[in-house]
């Protein structure tokens, strides 16, 4: 089944304690179709500048990625971020962001795009996921991903929004904020009745939870020795929940919960390295058995 995501495209500079990378590819949309095309074929919409390397397009291709959907705006500049991680690496801060191509993206969805099955949200501006999300003919299942930015600054726009996708998928602390409460799992449920019927709370090194209907189920993170780079769990964690659920077609209960386990191993391969380093080499046959061991890991 088809998969499109939509998202940034990105050239970040990241500092944590094992080391310094300056221009290298990020974005969400660049997490999310490299971690889902390990177990699918995905579509991608986004913008770069002229100055976003020919080497990342390869990458892309090579991946088996659609890129119908990535505009490169002539004259523009690719979105870039810069973000440096704390000694433990459970907080980042954002040094500076410069929107670029990003400030003005407006996508327009190839045609054959909008009949995709499965969607993914990436986050971002609530008016543009909105936007996205009106040219769509019938999706079978759209997860929204937002954060603090826009919980503060444009609530109603995304209060709209969460009335019409089937899931949500935010960290801790988002979830939070969003439903005005600090325990964790009744904010879940006062999430849950503003629309989604699937919530995913993300709590970094901790694991996720998920809210299905009216059941809970939680995942601990893939046990690592070595982290070295964070940025883009959130997002291939998200790569291989809609990875996993564009593959089985299963929204269920039991769908989601192996759903939840394909995510947590799709994130474990991105920080493992810098940027897409993790997951570039990583084959669904990797994949398979990194499932299998955690399986093992959290069965009582
Ligand atoms: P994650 O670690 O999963 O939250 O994703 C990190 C990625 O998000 C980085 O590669 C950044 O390029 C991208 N990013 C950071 N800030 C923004 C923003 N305001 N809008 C879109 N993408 C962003």
């Given at each position: 089944?088809?998969l499109?995501?939509?998202?940034?495209?990105?050239?970040?500079?990241?500092?944590?304690?094992?080391g310094?990378?300056?221009?290298?590819?990020?974005?969400s949309?660049s997490?999310?179709?490299?971690?889902?095309?390990?177990?699918?074929?995905?579509?991608?919409?986004?913008?770069?500048?002229?100055d976003?390397?020919?080497?990342h397009?390869s990458?892309?291709r090579k991946?088996?990625?659609d890129?119908?959907?990535?505009?490169?705006?002539r004259?523009?500049?690719?979105?870039?971020?810069?973000?440096?991680?704390?000694?433990r690496m459970d907080?980042?801060?954002?040094?500076?962001?410069?929107?670029?191509?990003l400030?003005?993206?407006?996508?327009?969805l190839?045609?054959?795009?909008r009949?995709?099955?499965?969607?993914?949200?990436?986050?971002?501006?609530?008016?543009t996921?909105t936007?996205?999300?009106?040219?769509?003919?019938n999706?079978?299942?759209?997860?929204?991903d937002?954060?603090n930015?826009?919980?503060d600054?444009?609530r109603?726009?995304?209060?709209?929004?969460?009335?019409r996708?089937?899931?949500l998928?935010?960290?801790?602390?988002?979830?939070?904020?969003?439903?005005h409460?600090?325990?964790?799992?009744?904010?879940?449920?006062?999430?849950?009745?503003?629309?989604?019927?699937?919530?995913?709370?993300k709590?970094g090194e901790?694991?996720?939870v998920?809210?299905?209907?009216?059941?809970y189920?939680?995942?601990?993170?893939?046990?690592?020795v070595?982290?070295?780079d964070?940025?883009?769990a959130?997002?291939?964690f998200?790569?291989?929940?809609?990875?996993?659920?564009?593959?089985?077609?299963?929204?269920?209960l039991?769908?989601?919960?192996?759903a939840m386990?394909?995510?947590?191993?799709?994130?474990s391969?991105c920080?493992?390295?810098f940027?897409?380093?993790?997951?570039?080499?990583i084959a669904e046959?990797?994949?398979?058995r990194?499932?299998?061991?955690?399986?093992?890991?959290?069965?009582l």
């Amino acid at each position: 089944m088809s998969l499109l995501v939509v998202g940034s495209v990105a050239l970040d500079t990241v500092t944590t304690p094992h080391g310094h990378r300056e221009n290298v590819l990020g974005g969400s949309c660049s997490f999310f179709s490299v971690g889902a095309s390990i177990l699918t074929r995905v579509r991608m919409v986004g913008a770069i500048g002229d100055d976003f390397p020919e080497e990342h397009l390869s990458l892309f291709r090579k991946r088996n990625i659609d890129l119908a959907g990535l505009e490169r705006v002539r004259g523009g500049k690719t979105f870039r971020w810069a973000g440096r991680y704390q000694p433990r690496m459970d907080t980042r801060e954002t040094l500076w962001t410069d929107l670029n191509v990003l400030g003005r993206f407006k996508p327009e969805l190839p045609t054959e795009f909008r009949e995709t099955e499965f969607l993914f949200l990436a986050n971002g501006d609530p008016v543009t996921q909105t936007y996205v999300l009106d040219q769509m003919k019938n999706p079978r299942f759209v997860l929204l991903d937002t954060m603090n930015l826009w919980i503060d600054t444009a609530r109603e726009k995304l209060l709209a929004l969460l009335s019409r996708v089937d899931g949500l998928i935010l960290n801790d602390e988002e979830a939070r904020s969003l439903a005005h409460d600090e325990n964790l799992i009744s904010a879940m449920r006062t999430i849950r009745r503003l629309g989604p019927k699937i919530l995913i709370v993300k709590k970094g090194e901790h694991g996720a939870v998920l809210l299905h209907d009216d059941r809970y189920f939680a995942v601990p993170a893939y046990p690592l020795v070595e982290v070295k780079d964070p940025t883009g769990a959130g997002d291939s964690f998200a790569s291989g929940v809609m990875g996993r659920v564009a593959v089985t077609g299963d929204l269920s209960l039991a769908g989601l919960k192996s759903a939840m386990v394909f995510g947590t191993v799709v994130a474990s391969f991105c920080v493992e390295d810098f940027s897409l380093g993790g997951l570039v080499g990583i084959a669904e046959a990797d994949v398979e058995r990194r499932v299998t061991d955690f399986t093992d890991f959290i069965r009582l």
